[in-house]
């Protein structure tokens, strides 16, 4: 079973808005990334933020974590087309294995 | 910029036939990873490497093998590949200590099995 799993498979929503992605995991972590995928591209690392860091910010990007809850969330405010992609949350705890989510697949319409 | 770069980018083999996936990396990093990405599957770790000259298996390392002769390169091998492991292969790199947690990828080469 998934170590790392995103809520939900697919999100919609328009030019403009925002939208949150969040993320369950269930083990002990160091680490959690965010990664977004582009149709016909690898994977692109958004943010990493660490186990004793509860939120990190890049751009209209921000991530939480809540080690509590072994939980997590990414935000984009003012989406852009730019912005279709998949997003993956990923795992890291010390074993050299980093675990990745199903990931989450968002449309932003114009 | 970070740089993995994977080879072919796409490839239709035959089932029993050998298959070997290539990925070179020239950001001078110890760790490599290789992933397989299904629809609903997400991205899975088949096997990887920290040290040249040694591989680890990952999370779904059966019917695959790895090979990492330089820290440059590291190959995935399908001795007798099957309609099952057609998918999506990504190859990654990661350096070490507090950097190993950001992971580099290529642009992937998509298997057909046929």
């Known amino acids: 079973s998934q170590l790392a799993e995103e809520n939900l498979w697919a999100l919609s929503v328009h030019e403009g808005e925002s939208v949150t992605v969040n993320c369950s995991y269930k083990?002990?972590?160091?680490?959690l990334q965010w990664y977004r995928q582009k149709s016909g591209e690898g994977p692109a690392q958004l943010i990493l933020?660490?186990?004793?860091?509860r939120e990190k910010r890049n751009g209209r990007l921000r991530a939480t974590l809540d080690t509590s809850s072994q939980s997590s969330s990414l935000s984009i405010t003012a989406t852009r087309c730019e912005d279709t992609a998949v997003y993956f949350c990923?795992?890291?705890?010390?074993?050299?294995?980093?675990?990745f989510g199903k990931g989450t697949s968002l449309v932003v319409h114009p | 910029e970070a740089a993995v770069t994977q080879s072919p980018r796409s490839k239709v083999a035959v089932t029993g036939g050998k298959v070997t996936l290539s990925c070179h990396q020239t950001?001078?990093?110890?760790?490599m990873y290789w992933y397989r990405q299904d629809t609903g599957h997400g991205l899975r770790l088949i096997h990887y490497?920290?040290?040249?000259?040694?591989?680890e298996k990952g999370d779904i390392p059966d019917g695959y093998k790895a090979s990492r002769p330089s820290q440059e390169n590291f190959s995935l091998i399908l001795e007798l590949a099957s309609l099952s492991q057609t998918a999506v292969y990504f190859c990654?790199?990661?350096?070490?200590?507090?950097?190993?947690?950001?992971?580099?990828f290529g642009a992937g080469t998509r298997l057909s099995v046929l």
């Open positions: 083990t002990s972590i160091t680490a």
């Open positions: 950001n001078n990093h110890d760790y």
């Open positions: 990923a795992t890291s705890g010390g074993n050299y294995k980093p675990t």
């Open positions: 933020i660490r186990s004793n860091e």
């Open positions: 990654a790199s990661s350096g070490g200590g507090a950097s190993q947690n950001t992971l580099y």
């Open positions: 490497s920290y040290v040249a000259d040694s591989t």
